[in-house]
Nanobody, 123 residues
Framework: QVQLVESGGGLVQPGGSLRLSCAAS????????IAWFRRVPGEGRVFLTY????????TYADSVRGRFTISRNNVENVAYLQMSNLKPEDTAVYYC????????????????WGQGTQVTVSS
């Protein structure tokens, strides 16, 4: 089992950058695929990216490919989401999630979730 806590959210201007962190506690962080999702009020969680525990393969949603980068440090048990060229439509609560699957294809495949961190992109 693993517990996840996000941090790093805040207010940023359009075109700016922000790095979110996902600190993990518990056992065997290295055995979990870590993903980032986001949600806006009234809508469901939207997949952004994951990094597979098995081979480090990264997958991105079209909406963030080329602007967002996921990384992880299995020694320090932390994952990151580096966000650049932020747009107002990136405003949302951002969540990290953990899955025991190497290629989780749906949010239902994730057993562990953080509490979320708010990102607001506005001038």
């Amino acid at each position: 089992q693993v517990q996840l806590v996000e941090s790093g959210g805040g207010l940023v201007q359009p075109g700016g950058s922000l790095r979110l962190s996902c600190a993990a506690s518990g056992r065997d962080f290295r055995l979990y695929t870590i993903a980032w999702f986001r949600r806006v009020p009234g809508e469901g969680r939207v997949f952004l990216t994951y990094k597979s525990y098995r081979d480090g393969r990264e997958t991105y949603a079209d909406s963030v490919r080329g602007r967002f980068t996921i990384s992880r440090n299995n020694v320090e048990n932390v994952a990151y989401l580096q966000m650049s060229n932020l747009k107002p439509e990136d405003t949302a609560v951002y969540y990290c999630a953990g899955s025991g699957r190497a290629r989780p294809s749906d949010s239902s495949h994730y057993s562990y979730w953080g509490q979320g961190t708010q990102v607001t992109v506005s001038s």
